[in-house]
């Protein structure tokens, strides 16, 4: 069935340092894959996405690596800040289909 | 400008009662998704339309009914209200399903009791 996890459902760090979350994604026909940002009382924001042509994206502070070959899907963030803690989650288009399929998400927390 | 918006941010009513969640995205998108948080923060896709046409729908209980009345608006209509149906609802929306990023809303926060 469909199942996109993560490897731990609670982050905590302290400022400055760099967070790496992790998510397993089990559908290898999956091409496309996004990191959400959610922050509580919130929707889901967009951070940053990958193709499955590529195996590493950066964005302004983050990162994204895929490895195809064992369905790994990891967001680092660099210098992390208070501002970052938040809920994390990873999608895959499900099989690359038009069907996006959300992670169970991480907890960052950010200790000053 | 609120891309995506939904309202009411707020929905409390009785086990048994009919309500509806409205959405709109102003960004000119042809695709538009319902999904579901539960209390775990898991989110879990409900529906999509694309040009008002249906092309997801999950197992959901024949209960919830979307309407799309253009490509702008995606309506959620739930009959019957249940406990169970308490969870916050996301609308969300994108330029092309499954090769885009979604665009959430803000959620609306429904609780049945």
């Known amino acids: 069935g469909e199942s996109v996890g993560l490897h731990l459902p609670t982050l905590s760090v302290q400022e400055g340092d760099n967070s790496i979350i992790n998510c397993a994604y089990s559908n290898s026909a999956s091409d496309y894959f996004i990191w959400y940002k959610q922050e509580s009382g919130k929707g889901p924001q967009f951070i940053i996405d990958i193709r499955s042509n590529m195996d590493k994206r950066q964005g302004q502070r983050v990162t994204v690596l895929l490895n195809k070959t064992v369905k790994h899907l990891s967001l680092q963030i660099a210098a992390t800040q208070p501002g970052d803690s938040a809920v994390y989650f990873c999608?895959?288009?499900?099989?690359?289909?038009?069907?996006?399929?959300f992670g169970k998400g991480t907890k960052l927390t950010v200790n000053p | 400008d609120t891309a995506v918006s939904q309202t009411p941010k707020y929905l409390v009513t009785q086990m048994g009662n009919d309500k509806s969640i409205k959405c709109e995205q102003n960004l000119g998108h042809d695709t538009m998704y319902w999904y579901k948080q539960d209390s775990k923060k898991f989110l879990k896709i409900m529906f999509s339309?694309?040009?008002?046409?249906?092309?997801i729908n999950e197992t959901v209980p024949n209960r919830f009914s979307p309407k799309s009345p253009d490509k702008a608006h995606l309506n959620l209509h739930i009959n019957s209200l249940e406990l169970g149906d308490s969870a916050v609802y996301f609308c969300?929306?994108?330029?092309?399903?499954?090769?885009?990023?979604?665009?959430f809303g803000q959620g609306t926060r429904l609780t049945v009791v």
């Open positions: 339309y694309n040009n008002k046409e249906l092309i």
């Open positions: 999608a895959e288009n499900w099989g690359g289909s038009e069907k996006l399929v």
């Open positions: 969300a929306s994108s330029q092309a399903p499954g090769i885009t990023e979604a665009f």
